[in-house]
């Protein structure tokens, strides 16, 4: 299709013939093909659930997140944004998902655990639908030094675990000595591959860049014998999500750790929606623009909320929507219902999440790094386009050394409460409650009168 420079092709209200929104919509899939899968497999790989947990996860993400598209596009009342923007698992939780699960999985059951992880996130999303009535408030405590050092410690904590089960996967095959080399060889491949192809001149290419890079690791995977597909031909018909999988319950430990996660995803999807808002050639700033953004926001807290409830994770806008809509020119909403149709059959398809299960961890991991280091960039982004001051920059740098220095000193404070103790030993939240409070005690330059 021909990309056009100043006029999209629809309006936003327009509706295009079918066989071309459906081809537009699958431009869109792959653009998110590979966050929406491989978000809900490293939260469930990190936490240690059985291949049938993974499954129902990632299963359930797809079609929840067809479903979270269907209200984002459609505004019912005051939720949904109206706009060409899609929905799906955010990577932003992978992390302190993860921690949440490990912080509390001693002390109960694994299901009981999990039940406590969903329903801490359901409390969470209710949080943020009330919030998303007062937007304009929440930008000034949400700040961009605040979603940039965020989103930067959240980037630098995945790099980090990602290199660490890449060592492991290498030592766990004998390394050098043993079948290590096939590691390197995968997870090396995926990784240039999907730098190669994102700087293709292609713009179809760039879009599915993940997609088309975890498909050719695992086309690689079958020539070492490396990925396992027995387990595909005992799998069942259909899939449908379940309400009340795990007994939800509330832990306020994990409300501390996720809170200010939601807080600052919800300061990107106001990026995202406000991207999408322009490119659909609507005015931003008007009322209308602030109508659509609150309900843009409330829509993403009612699907969390949702999402909760048939145990899967946290939704949210994805920004790589918004290149399709700048590659094609094509901004219709209508677009969004074909997009949310493939995500339900596809998420109701069980081979789709069993067979993503047998891409080797090496393969996942070659893409998620360099996913996750571009996390680290884009928190540096959000600072750098804030038209940063000397004192932004340093309230950035103190807020993550910070973070650090407490996850490393926590354990040798004496008398503190194992729960708040357990709350800063991660160094994502940690460092976006410190950066909060930096916001408020250091002070700016006062401005002079000209």
Not at 272 to 295: E, F, H, M, P, V
């Amino acid at each position: 299709m021909e990309k056009l420079s100043d006029n999209n092709a629809f309006t936003l209200e327009g509706k295009p013939p079918p066989a071309q929104a459906a081809a537009i919509a699958f431009q869109h899939l792959l653009a998110m093909a590979g966050g929406i899968l491989t978000a809900p497999f490293l939260i469930a790989a990190g936490m240690g659930l059985s291949a049938s947990e993974t499954s129902y996860l990632i299963s359930s993400a797809l079609v929840i997140s067809g479903f979270a598209t269907l209200l984002q596009i459609n505004r019912i009342g005051p939720i949904g944004s109206g706009l060409l923007s899609l929905q799906g698992t955010s990577f932003a939780f992978v992390g302190p998902l993860i921690f949440s699960y490990q912080t509390i999985v001693g002390d109960q059951t694994a299901p009981e655990a999990l039940g406590a992880i969903f329903g801490s996130a359901a409390l969470c999303s209710l949080i943020m639908f009330l919030l998303s009535f007062f937007l304009r408030y929440l930008k000034n405590i949400i700040t961009p030094n605040v979603s940039g050092t965020t989103v930067m410690l959240l980037g630098v904590t995945l790099v980090f675990t990602t290199l660490q089960n890449l060592v492991r996967e290498f030592d766990s095959a004998g390394g050098f000595k043993g079948t290590g080399f096939e590691i390197i060889i995968l997870s090396g491949a995926v990784l240039a591959t999907t730098v190669l192809i994102s700087r293709s001149s292609v713009v179809w290419l760039r879009v599915g860049s993940i997609t088309f890079g975890l498909a050719l690791g695992f086309g690689i995977s079958l020539l070492f014998n490396a990925s396992d597909l027995s387990g595909l031909r005992t799998q069942e018909v259909y899939f449908i999500p379940e309400i009340g999988r795990y007994p939800l319950s509330i832990d306020f430990q994990v409300v501390a750790i996720v809170l200010p996660i939601f807080l600052v995803s919800t300061m990107e999807s106001i990026g995202d929606l406000t991207a999408t808002n322009s490119l659909s050639g609507q005015k931003t700033g008007d009322k209308a623009y602030w109508l659509r953004l609150r309900g843009g926001i409330a829509a993403c807290a009612t699907n969390s909320f949702v999402a909760s409830l048939f145990s899967t994770f946290p939704n949210t806008t994805f920004s790589q929507n918004n290149g399709v809509i700048r590659l094609t020119g094509v901004c219709s909403r209508h677009i969004g219902l074909y997009a949310a149709l493939f995500l339900i059959i596809f998420g109701c398809i069980p081979l789709v999440a069993n067979l993503f299960q047998t891409i080797p961890a090496a393969v996942i991991y070659g893409s998620t790094i360099l996913m996750f280091g571009l996390v680290v960039v884009s928190g540096y982004k959000i600072v750098a386009e804030s038209r940063p001051e000397s004192r932004d920059w340093m309230l950035v740098g103190l807020a993550c050394v910070l973070a650090y220095l407490t996850v490393f000193f926590i354990d040798s404070l004496p008398g503190l409460p194992k729960t708040l103790a357990s709350v800063l030993s991660f160094p994502v939240s940690t460092g976006a409650l410190l950066a909060m409070f930096l916001e408020i005690v250091i002070p700016r330059k006062p401005k002079k009168d000209c």
